[in-house]
């Protein structure tokens, strides 16, 4: 069963009655004839009186709830394999002047890839973790190409210090959110989305507008590029926020322990959101010195 809350059903997670970290049997009686009791035969499927249950004629069914160590393994699995890919592709698919035509398309298919991966696993109401784990692997060649050909061409270095400014990101949200500084409500909820929505929107037109030769709307660069990614970093770091509270509320309605697989691809999806526009900014920033 979803949740009403809109937090809590964004990805798709499943209610259900069990206990956290603890398998839940529950027996099902099956039409049988079990034993005779003083009164005579007992009726189907029902124990005569004073006779012990016959469990082999039982069924039980397992379910088992969803725990914080079951999402920090299944995300630890995820980001391990976008890493993992990203430091491939930045090894093998140099960006030199030989190679660069091949990475390119290499790191753009990757990436129309791994949005189609994406599209597939956010409309299933069940979680792939074939799909999860290709989609990280396939944004991961993509971020590898364009992380070393960022830093190749445009801002030396510039990685690794957009790498350690979205784990700043994700700590210090994690922080707020833990001490309660944030408080995820579902007014909260409605205008991370709307902002989200509106920045899309925005940088839609601009690839618009770019492609039709019109020019761009200076979304990427000068002191308005750096506006819009540090936006971009606030409304990915709300929704980190959601992530989270969707996590605590998974473990607290019981889902099932797949589901810790929606949990690990949404801050999969939202981590590499924030990468890139720390990168966009850190980028725009080491251009203008």
């Known amino acids: 069963m979803r949740s009403s809350n809109p937090v ?7 209610h259900q009655d069990a206990t956290e970290g603890a398998t839940v049997r529950q027996p099902e ?7 005779a009791g003083p009164e005579g035969p007992a009726s189907a499927g029902l124990p005569a009186f004073g006779s ?16 914080i160590d079951d999402v920090t393994v299944r995300t630890g699995a995820t980001l391990g394999t976008l890493v993992l890919a990203a430091v491939l592709s930045w090894v093998l698919l140099p960006v030199d002047s030989a190679g660069v035509g091949t990475s390119y398309a290499v790191g753009a298919g990757a990436a129309l890839a791994a949005f189609l991966l994406a599209m597939v696993q956010t409309f299933r109401s069940r979680p792939a973790p074939a ?3 290709g989609y990280a692997a396939l944004e991961g060649v993509f971020l590898g190409t364009f992380s070393e050909a960022t830093s190749t061409f445009i801002a030396p270095g510039v990685v690794v210090q957009a790498v350690l400014g979205t784990m700043a990101v994700f700590a210090g949200v994690l922080i707020a959110y833990r001490l309660r500084w944030i408080r995820v409500t579902r007014r909260f ?3 991370a989305t709307a902002a989200a929505t509106g920045l899309l929107l ?5 690839l618009l507008f770019s492609a039709f030769g019109v020019g761009s709307l200076g979304f990427g660069s000068g002191g308005l590029g750096v506006a819009f990614g540090v936006a971009g970093v606030l409304i990915g770091a709300a929704f980190l926020a959601l992530d989270f509270r969707q996590v605590e509320d998974g473990i607290a309605q019981g889902a099932p322990r797949e589901d810790a697989w929606f949990a690990a691809f949404g801050l999969t999806t939202t981590l590499v959101w924030i990468y890139l526009e ?6 725009i920033l080491r251009g203008e010195d």
């Open 8 to 14: 809590f059903a964004r990805r798709g997670f499943r």
């Open 52 to 67: 012990a249950p016959n469990l082999v004629g039982m069924t039980f069914t397992k379910h088992q709830a969803m725990t």
């Open 278 to 283: 720390v990168l966009q900014v850190l980028t």
């Open 131 to 133: 799909l999860i784990l």
């Open 189 to 191: 909820a409605g205008f």
């Open 29 to 35: 009686p099956v039409a049988a004839t079990v034993g």
């Open 202 to 206: 925005l940088l839609a037109a601009d």
